[in-house]
């Protein structure tokens, strides 16, 4: 299954447990494949060297550099599809669809309301992780 999440959820999984680090660790066993863009990797980047995350990852005993290197061999790279328009309230949302649909992934996994509120976008579901979760634990999921 080929799904994209945003950045949000991403940061949560590197980070911490619950359900955005299961989608992370899915990936890691080959049940699932994170689809990525340059332009979400630049944004994780520019997130995790933010002031607020040098505890957490000092506890973690990583850098932001390790961890994001780390995340951009975990993932697929693609180019995103142009959009025909903008789409997302908050413009930067709108990479994380164009990454999606050149791919057709099946699912955008997020927390950012701006991005829930959409539902889906171009047949693709927009999700939360536990939502995505609950979707690869479903035995029609198999």
């Given amino acids: 299954m080929l799904v994209v999440l945003d950045t949000n959820t991403a ?14 660790d899915a990936a890691t066993a080959d049940e699932i494949e994170i689809i990525c ?6 944004e994780l980047r520019d997130v995790l060297s933010r002031p607020k995350f040098a505890e957490r ?20 790279i693609v180019i995103p599809a142009q959009l025909p ?20 992934a099946k699912a955008i996994v997020s927390g950012d309301d701006d991005l829930l ?3 889906s ?6 999700l939360t992780a536990p939502a995505l ?3 690869l634990r479903s035995p029609s999921a198999r």
């Fill in 57 to 76: 990852l000092w506890l973690r005993g990583v850098t932001a550099s390790e961890l994001l290197d780390g995340y951009r061999r975990l993932v697929r």
């Fill in 85 to 104: 328009a903008p789409v997302a309230r908050d413009p930067d949302d709108d990479a994380v669809l164009a990454c999606a649909l050149a791919v057709q």
């Fill in 11 to 24: 940061v949560s999984g590197l980070l911490w447990g619950g359900p955005p680090r299961e989608i992370i």
């Fill in 133 to 135: 979760l609950s979707r």
């Fill in 37 to 42: 863009a340059d332009v979400l990797l630049d």
């Fill in 121 to 126: 976008y171009a047949g693709i579901p927009i």
């Fill in 117 to 119: 509120s959409l539902g």
